[in-house]
């Protein structure tokens, strides 16, 4: 309730910090406890493990959280994604690109591809406009879950298309298919499930952090900003 913040000196190699920013899938609902098995977790020690210049992680999960409104009489899973992002994402310290994974919440409140994807283009504005790339990240499956409905399911498929295909991110990371089960693409696959059916354990966060692809984090804008190897 004191501290609104904790900034780290880096080692010479980092440069600033990829934000991941979504709901309980990247804040932590179903890992271990006290394991740092989120998968910005993994995503942190894959970058620190390669040599040369790299970038720190911080994670802007908010467990509960919507990317286009609120949650009516439940505050405590705070405002919007939309509406946060330039506190949660472009107030973190060397910021130099944002992860967004986000959207199922806002499925599983009946809300439209078309709302979702207003919501995306704007996130995606607020992020340019600071000259920080944003890179896109697809829903995971959810089929076998208490959000699945037919309906919903079809928006999910909406989105997921428009996330890898309209070219509006910096680039995609493709969690859906990092995830989903060899047999029942709309589900996540058992190993990585973390028994819900929506959320992923230990496992799958691991899955999701190593479709991350490193080299795309580190160029474009931000490599003006690194040191060279």
Known sequence: MLVSGVDVRGSARTAGAVVTFGDSITDTASTTGNADQRYPDHLARRLQDRTGRTLAVVNAGLGGNRLIAERDGEPYYGPSGISRVERDALGQSGVRAVILQEGINDIGF????????????????????????????????????????????????????????????????????????????????????????????????????????????????????????
Do not use: C
């Not at 990240?137 to 909406?158: C, D, K, M, N, Y």
């Not at 058992?190 to 929506?198: F, I, K, M, R």
């Not at 991350?212 to 984090?217: K, Q, S």
């Open 110 to 229: 009946d809300a439209s591809a078309e709302e979702i994807i207003a919501g995306y283009r704007t996130f995606i504005e607020k992020v340019r406009a600071k000259g920080v790339p944003v890179y896109g990240g697809t829903l995971l499956p959810f089929r076998g879950s208490f959000v699945w409905t037919p309906e919903r399911q079809a928006t999910w498929t909406t989105v997921n298309a428009w996330i890898r295909h309209s070219g509006a991110f910096d680039g995609v990371v493709d969690f859906a298919a990092a995830t989903a089960s060899a047999t029942d693409p709309l589900a996540l696959d058992p190993a990585y499930d973390s028994g819900d059916g929506l959320h992923p354990g230990d496992a799958g966060t691991r899955a999701m952090a190593d479709a991350v692809d490193l080299g795309m984090l580190l160029a474009g804008p931000a490599r003006r900003n690194l040191p060279r190897d």
